[in-house]
C-alpha cells in the first residue's frame, strides 16, 4: 500500500504520521508543498498537524493554495483517499475537500492534552477497526481546533452518517461536539485528533494504532 505525507513549512507531525503508517504496513513517501504532481499510484494521501505557514492566515488557508493541493484535490476527484488531521483538517477545509471551517477555541487558548474520542461511525476505513460508541483516548493540541458548520450542513452530515468522532467533554466549543467528518464518498477523512501521537505503547497509549491498521490493511486487499 503505497501513501503520500505532505509536507509544508511549519509541519511538526509529518515525521509521527510516517512513522504511524509504516508501522501499519505501508510504503510512504514525504512530498513538499511546491511539488506539483504527486507520486504515482498512490493510495492515500495524508495531510500532517503543524502550523503551515505560521498560520499566518486563516489555518491551512494558505499550505490549501501550495501546488501540490492541487494534485491532492484531483486525487481526490478520482476516489482516492485522503487524511488530514489537526492542522491537516484545516488544510482539507480550506481546500474544499470537507464541508465546515475550524475557527478559534471557545477558550481563545492553545490546548494541548489527551482527550476522550468517541467513534460515532465504524462505515470507513478508518474507522472500521473499532466498535461503534467506542471511547478512545487520543492527544489533542490545537488553537483552532472549534469545527463549525451551519445547521443545513450539520444535518447532511448526520443524515449522511459522516460524523467519524465526537468528544466526549468538548475542550473546544466544536459544535455537537464534533471531532472529525467524513467526505461523502466516505474516503476522506479530517479530525482535530492527534491518532498517531497515540500508536505505539512508547507514546503512553495505541488507542491511535488501530485507526493505521485499518486504513492500510483495507487498502492492501482491495
Given at each position: 500500500m503505497r501513501a503520500a505525507v505532505l509536507v509544508f513549512p511549519g509541519s511538526n507531525c509529518d515525521r509521527d504520521l510516517a512513522v504511524a503508517l509504516r508501522a501499519a504496513g505501508a510504503d510512504v513517501q514525504m512530498v513538499w508543498h511546491k511539488d506539483t504532481e504527486l507520486p504515482a499510484r498512490l493510495d492515500i494521501v495524508a495531510v500532517p498537524g503543524g502550523f503551515s505557514f505560521g498560520d499566518y492566515l486563516r489555518c491551512g488557508a494558505i499550505a490549501a493554495k501550495s501546488p501540490i493541493c492541487r494534485s491532492l484535490a484531483a486525487h481526490a476527484a478520482r476516489g482516492g483517499y485522503v487524511v488530514g488531521i489537526c492542522n491537516g483538517f484545516q488544510v482539507l477545509t480550506e481546500t474544499g475537500l470537507l464541508p465546515g471551517a475550524l475557527r478559534?477555541?471557545?477558550?481563545?487558548?492553545?490546548?494541548?492534552?489527551?482527550?476522550?474520542?468517541?467513534?460515532?461511525?465504524?462505515?470507513?476505513?478508518?474507522?472500521?477497526?473499532?466498535?461503534?460508541g467506542q471511547v478512545l483516548r487520543i492527544p489533542i493540541a490545537h488553537h483552532d481546533g472549534n469545527y463549525f458548520v451551519d445547521s443545513d450542513g450539520l444535518a447532511a452530515l448526520?443524515?449522511?452518517?459522516?460524523?467519524?468522532?465526537?468528544?466526549?467533554?468538548?475542550?473546544?466549543?466544536?459544535?455537537?461536539?464534533?471531532?472529525?467528518?467524513?467526505?461523502?464518498?466516505?474516503?476522506?477523512?479530517?479530525?482535530?485528533?492527534?491518532?498517531?501521537?497515540?500508536?505505539?505503547?512508547?507514546?503512553?497509549?495505541?488507542?491511535?494504532?488501530?485507526?493505521?491498521r485499518s486504513a492500510v490493511g483495507a487498502m492492501a486487499t482491495a
Open positions: 478559534r477555541n471557545a477558550n481563545l487558548k492553545y490546548i494541548c492534552k489527551t482527550v476522550g474520542l468517541r467513534v460515532e461511525t465504524t462505515d470507513s476505513i478508518y474507522t472500521a477497526g473499532y466498535d461503534a448526520q443524515d449522511g452518517d459522516r460524523i467519524a468522532f465526537r468528544y466526549t467533554d468538548n475542550p473546544n466549543g466544536s459544535v455537537a461536539d464534533i471531532a472529525g467528518v467524513l467526505s461523502e464518498n466516505r474516503r476522506v477523512l479530517g479530525m482535530m485528533p492527534h491518532p498517531e501521537r497515540a500508536a505505539d505503547p512508547v507514546q503512553n497509549g495505541t488507542d491511535g494504532a488501530a485507526f493505521f
